[in-house]
């Protein structure tokens, strides 16, 4: 039968990618390249600018690919979660699980030499910009095995070598920094470009629009995206912008209103705008997305929405469940096929998780590297003076 | 020789209190490396550099001095090795060196292309290196410091201009957190080669908002260097090492020193980003100063010498880190120290300095450490207030004699 033949193609390879990243592709052996057309959700609404089309083209293996990751984004941060409650992830932990889609349909329309630069909401960026399991769970941990050596914790992830610029704790700090990005993009002629990350609570920043206007005046290829997931913490759009429509408030700089839970409208919006920048400059994405879980770790999610609204979403627009039903009827994978990602997902973040926890705290002496690029050659002192002596490198 | 001495006197002449004699120039004959004063010496790798200068040269630009015209004396027609620039001439020329050096240079902030600077020190650059590189940026400090910060972590060397430096603490997330801190959050993968400069310091009677002193406010931010260049020679040599170097680095220059003559090698040079300068060695008490503070313990070092006192004046070049070699040794030299700076008193470079000599060298002092600071308050319009807000040479003079005692 085709069915179990293909499910043997899928189950094999899964044992031998549970030490890599999960990103990796997996060998398909049938119907690797057969197009498949998927309607977006919603058509896009655009401000400024003609709207892409709403059929995007697809084909299995990315959609099990998008399945794939996306699963284990969602599991890795309901298992921050849990980490979080016990007391091994501390301070602040804002989790992203229910906007995987932005992530992944970027992904999927971008290379590597693209730049993405996003506020602290970043787990699942950085997951999609190659980053491991292990690295992140050990930075979330505080552990030398992480990205930034375990100094920079939740909200400082950072992956140069893809390009991935963090991770930033300061609301709305990031735009300029993005359209900096953008700049150097340009004055080195390198013909990628920017997706400048920031959220519904960001968008009223002045900075934003600061750099809004220069993207602008020098045709910089900053793409600025508003994950707008409705809440700036605790207060609803409604009651913080005197104009919700956030892909409108670029005023002479085009925008484009994009269903965010929907991966392919994510990827579609994103080849667009990628092309329309690189011609025409700065353009804003407004991804309309939702996270289930609060702002973050401290706060419970339910005192300024209703939990049935939670739920609702999650039963309408989820999705991965969006995915898991498209692959149904295209008949790609069964049911079990793919409960047992899911459950691969699982065990993939556990077995990082295990890892992780026997990474070491940083040394001493680690208190001291990487403040200047090159040290002095002098002897830094602790407090006292007696301890933590180090010779800055 | 005695000509030059002559020549130098009459140009010193000031409606200051204290009477200058040319015959009484004899502290410069200690220095009998006279035929140094003219010509420069070069930094020497690795040991502190030792300048001869004659703090005469630069009282051109102290507020009452009367521009009295000197004898050119026979001596100083002699051609001499290197050229003759203003401030901000040498601050462009380190600039445009090291645009021409590499191509990842590039200038960015408020009217520093087609406008050619508001001080001047990018003019004629736009023409050159076009209007990428020199990058007019709108009125938006915040954002064009972050985009240049942006850039550095691409891997360009932006130098960011504030117009003022006053204006900088608008930018001063960008610069505290994104500048000083992304090397060590990202665990070493981003470098931030940027320089931010700009002028500051209490001007003439430019107002409180436009007199601002930032070196105290920043100067917590880790991460960062900060360096205040007061004559042109180091003025072009730490340009260029803050554009060497790869971690982020603020210079501060001031509005009432870009005017400064003064003649500087034709070799390229690039001086030490955490060297302190000798000014003038002594033996009774060290003086600490910094940017334009510098003239005027030069000219009360003058009176001082007229009463006996062997001031040395070591001018810290390196805000921070402090240039604690440097500083120390004189230290245990002398065994007083008489901070001079333009911060306000609370919480200013004076304030730090006090602190880390005081841990540092508490054995060798035999007094008390005096710094002598700005008033705590916004600089006053009224020329007189203004006079007031800053340390003067009288008030030196006095803090010196009331040390030695």
Redesign the interface.
């Known amino acids: 039968m085709a069915l179990a033949h293909r499910s043997s193609g899928l189950l094999k390879p899964l044992s031998t990618a549970s030490s890599s990243s999960f990103l990796h592709r997996r060998p398909y052996s049938t119907d690797d390249t057969t197009t498949i057309t998927v309607e977006t959700s919603v058509p896009f609404t655009g401000h400024n600018c003609e709207t892409p089309s709403r059929s995007v083209d697809t084909n299995p293996k990315e959609l099990m690919t998008f399945f794939t990751d996306m699963a284990l984004m969602r599991r890795m941060e309901i298992a921050a979660d849990s980490l979080y409650k016990s007391k091994l992830i501390r301070g602040f932990c804002h989790l992203y699980d229910g906007q995987e889609a932005v992530s992944i349909g970027m992904e999927a329309a971008i290379t590597k030499k693209d730049?993405i630069?996003t506020a602290y909401r970043d787990h699942c960026l950085f997951l999609g910009r190659g980053g491991t399991l292990l690295e992140s769970f050990a930075e979330l941990m505080g552990r030398t095995a992480?990205?930034?050596?375990g100094?920079?914790?939740s909200m400082?992830f950072?992956?140069?070598e893809a390009c991935f610029?963090?991770?930033?704790?300061?609301v709305g700090?990031q735009?300029?920094?993005?359209?900096?990005?953008?700049?150097?993009?340009?004055?080195?002629k390198e013909g990628h470009v920017t997706f400048t990350m920031y959220g519904d609570g960001a968008a009223n920043q002045?900075?934003l629009f600061?750099?809004l206007?220069?993207a602008a005046?020098?045709d910089l290829p900053a793409i600025l995206v508003c994950e707008n997931n409705h809440y700036g913490m605790g207060t609803a759009e409604w009651r913080a912008a005197k104009s919700p429509a956030y892909y409108k408030r670029g005023d002479y700089v085009p925008g484009l209103k994009v269903d965010g839970m929907d991966a392919f409208a994510v990827k579609q919006a994103c080849k667009f705008a990628k092309e329309h920048v690189l011609k025409n400059g700065p353009i804003i994405l407004e991804m309309d997305t939702y996270r289930y879980h609060g702002h973050s770790m401290s706060d419970p999610g339910s005192t300024y929405r209703t939990r049935d609204e939670i739920s609702g979403v999650r039963q309408e627009r989820d999705p991965i469940e969006r995915i898991r039903k498209l692959i149904l009827a295209h008949d790609l994978a069964t049911e079990k096929e793919l409960k047992d990602i899911e459950k691969q997902a699982r065990k993939e973040v556990d077995e990082a998780i295990a890892k992780a926890k026997e990474s070491p705290m940083p040394d001493e002496p680690e208190l001291f590297?990487?403040?200047?690029?090159?040290g002095?050659g002098?002897e830094s002192f602790g407090a006292d003076?007696k301890e933590l002596r180090t010779t800055l490198p | 020789m005695a000509s030059i001495f002559q020549g130098v006197g009459a140009a010193t002449s000031l409606s200051s209190s204290t009477s200058i004699d040319t015959k009484k120039f004899h502290f410069c004959s200690r220095r009998s490396r006279s035929e140094r004063k003219a010509s420069f010496v070069v930094v020497r790798s690795g040991g502190a550099k030792v300048e001869n200068r004659i703090g005469g040269r630069a009282e051109q630009l102290v507020t009452n001095a009367v521009a009295a015209k000197a004898d050119t004396p026979t001596a100083a027609t002699v051609s001499k090795p290197g050229h003759e620039l203003l401030l901000f001439e040498a601050l462009r020329e380190g600039l445009e060196e090291e645009m021409e050096r590499d191509a990842r240079v590039c200038v960015m902030g408020e009217d520093v292309g087609h406008y050619g600077g508001s001080y001047k020190v990018t003019r004629g650059l736009a023409e050159k290196y076009g209007d990428l590189r020199v990058l007019d940026t709108p009125i938006a400090e915040n954002s064009f410091t972050g985009m240049g910060i942006g850039a550095a972590m691409m891997g360009l060397r932006p130098i960011i201009e504030g117009m003022n430096m006053g204006f900088l603490l608008l930018a001063f997330n960008q610069i505290s957190n994104n500048c000083g801190m992304l090397h060590y959050t990202s665990g070493g993968q981003f470098k931030i080669p940027v320089v931010i400069r700009g002028p500051g310091g209490v001007g003439r009677q430019l107002g409180a908002e436009h007199s601002q002193r930032l070196e105290s406010y920043f100067q917590s931010i880790p991460g960062i260097q900060m360096v205040a260049c007061s004559t042109p020679y180091n003025a072009k040599g730490l340009m260029k090492a803050a554009i060497r170097s790869d971690n982020p680095v603020i210079l501060f220059e001031h509005v009432l020193l870009y005017n400064l003559k003064e003649r500087i090698p034709d070799e390229e040079y690039v001086l030490n980003l955490e060297e302190a300068e000798m000014v003038r060695p002594g033996e009774h008490v060290t003086i600490l100063t910094y940017s334009r503070m510098r003239y005027h313990v030069m000219q009360a070092a003058k009176t001082l010498v007229n009463k006996g006192y062997d001031p040395e004046v070591i001018d810290i070049r390196s805000l921070k880190p402090f240039d604690l070699y440097t500083i120390g040794n004189s230290i245990k030299k002398t065994h007083r120290v008489l901070i001079v700076e333009e911060c306000m008193r609370t919480g200013g470079i004076g304030a730090s300095l006090t602190a880390a000599i005081t841990e540092n060298f508490h054995d060798y002092l035999d007094a008390p450490i005096v710094c002598l600071s700005s008033q705590d308050v916004p600089t006053p319009y009224a020329g007189t207030l203004e006079e007031w807000t800053v340390v003067q040479p009288p008030q030196i003079v006095a803090a010196v004699e009331q040390l030695c005692r």
Request: hydrophobic content about 35%; some cysteine.
């Open positions: 730049c630069i992480g990205c930034s050596n100094k920079g914790g400082h950072y992956k140069k610029f963090g991770g930033h704790g300061i700090a735009v300029p920094l993005g359209c900096g990005l953008a700049f150097a993009q340009k004055y080195r002045g900075q600061e750099a206007n220069m005046l020098w590297t990487n403040v200047y690029r090159k002095f002098v003076r």
